[in-house]
């Protein structure tokens, strides 16, 4: 009876304690996103990296200023350690405005074409490239046709974007084979260019660009993302006049790799300094633009998370780093180089949080994968409800995938995607498409959950 | 023995059917949200209400027209019954463009004030009113100064709606005091007319109208709101010369009650058509904008309710009715017709939803009181997770407000309401604010939330 007398006690006490300490972490999380609200401080900063700096692609100077832009202001932050990491990234340049137009045609040789060169491509210099048009939905679809239909042709991939998937990630991912291996499956069959349609569920006038790759030892053909406004033009005409051709310039090209940096500020743990947590977002952005949800957004918010952390006096028990990732884009070597580095030094990296999906309104903060256990972190989701927010399994980032093999849970912030891809990666993916109170809250979701990783462990 | 495995049998029979039903409903609502993604009717036709149509107080010619346009769209979906209900609605006009300046000062005679009247306001007339500015935070502050300080003045209500509540509405209805009884308050003082600051947490150039209420048997002064860039600054102003003075010029005015209408559209219960459950929004707006967050969106959600029920062949059990309300914004007389003539007929209205806080990302139905029991449909919150949508205590909304005292359980769509004070109430209410998959994602969790009532009951 003793016995589970003192069980008992020993039960409520630690209820008791447990309870007590929920509290005070739902009094600070409030507090977290009341200073979040009412001190915009990333808001601030992502008005200067996007109007003052703007498009930043690796390798650009606007990339350089970018890297002391985020450098100075971590400087401002009484950090214990700021430093930048040295990484060699590609250089790809867009060049001369591109231009599109429908040839060999009497009805639509003066139709409309907004296209932009897809990142990482070869252009087509001087001369351009002009061929008939083969429209497919897929590779496969073009595969099945096989070389006698594709040799010597440009390759239309009309992948639509689906409306109906609830995520439209779900839809981009499936829409966006086109773009990211269109160009190399179609050399093989020796196509001689490739449009794409933009990524985008809406119909609109802004080609949206993104990188493709190359598969090793096929011949690289220049590639291009057309408006979808105007691919939905350019399937009409073709159904009319199957036999038009098609003419585009593009003048970008990959030039020799270049120096550039990762940027990074460092809170030290006060217990176990060893344990490291990261929080990042990529500092790159494509050229078209200002980078301002891609991932502008997720670089302040980053930020941000170790402003809060000085501004409310939360000595974190572990260490908290910052990470500014370059060149996520069109090659992830700073990624690669953070998780490199890490090994080299054989750091703990415990846990790792990426904000890259626009500064929209949080919804969920997505932690681990299938062979993780992540139920600690998962039971603080109660923590979260008063701001609509929801810890769920799985998470991840394009820049901390590296540092999977380390062991390290991945998390990735997951905010409202509804209006992500009308801005990805075009002229529209400026500082006026962010609403204040939306970043805000996303930078406070990520402070919040990092607070309690900080303090609790995984 | 033999009843235990009875009661067992039976229990898990029961389980299963249970199951089985949860199955079939979330078959059910995952087609009801492809559906309403991927034919984003609500969208198109408000397009039609924001664009042909436009900003339609009650009274107006735009009114009728909003009357006749949604009357039309009814009449093709195949509904029961389409029918209207006349209501006597106050027919306030604004009149000319209001005009405001600072007088009596030499620095700040030439500052930009931009405002306009609130609605149901008295106008000053070609005259004008003009007068030394006493500005005050709250009501509360203008009755400790005492007639005294207040007589022959304009009170300036500088309340400021704070970015830091989590909830909007929280610094919503905290800062709107000033507006909706400020006038009343300052007449009894003695003050000669008012200016409000915005209610928005921008700081920006649009002033913001929305409704005062006039005490009985006090006299009636002009209001006026005044862009939130413009309140900083005059009361900037007021601190560097407390004797300027201000004037301002409207030439809004009340005229005759007039006759409008609720426009109502039916779909019978196949069971208890006795049983009726309302959806609506209001279809009046203000005269600045297009009204297409408030609220042509929750009047082009609700009938998009209706339009998934055909499409997807749901009878319901219990009888749908799409209300589009009159009179919201200054009257309320829609609502108070709607729920006097169930009265007058005895119908059973069991439930009631209005959308009216934007077209946003839905992010919770708010049901009931706490004096209703709402549990069953609580329990349906799992449903909803798909969707990132929660089954909240606690809901609403102006137009439905008189249907409680018949016993009436009221609920409300609950948007993302962040953007929400950006637009309301001003010229940048139009349709482009509004984002198709955040509409018809709202039209889609109120169809999926009225699938269940009407089949289950509540």
Redesign the interface.
Known sequence: MKRIFTFVCLVLCLHGACAQSANKDSLIIRQI??TA??E?KAYEWLEYLCKKIGGRLAGSPEASAAVEFTRQIMDTLGLDRVYVQEVKVPHWVRGRQEKARITHSQRFSNMPLRVCALGNSVGTGEQGVEGNVIEVKSIKEMIALGKGAVAGKIVFFNMVM?????N?FTAYSIAGEGRRNGASEASKLGAVGVVVRSLT??IDEFPHTGSLRYALNVGQIPAIALATVDAEALSKALKIEPNLKFYFETHCKMLPEITSYNVIGELKGTEKPEEIISVGGHLDSWDLGEGAHDDGAGCMQSIEVARIFKKLNIKPKRTLRVVMFMNEENGLKGGLKYASEAQILKEKHILALESDAGGF?P??IGIGDEEQNVTKMLAWSKLFE???V?LVRNGGGADITPLRPLGTVLAGLRP?A??YF?YHHTTQDVFEAV????LQ?GAATMTAFLYLVAMEGI
Do not use: A
């Open positions: 996103y009341e609200l009412s915009p689906e409306n109906r998937h609830i439209p569920t809406k309104t919804q969920s008063p701001y609509h929801t409202d509804n209006r009308d609403n204040m109170r939306e809250l």
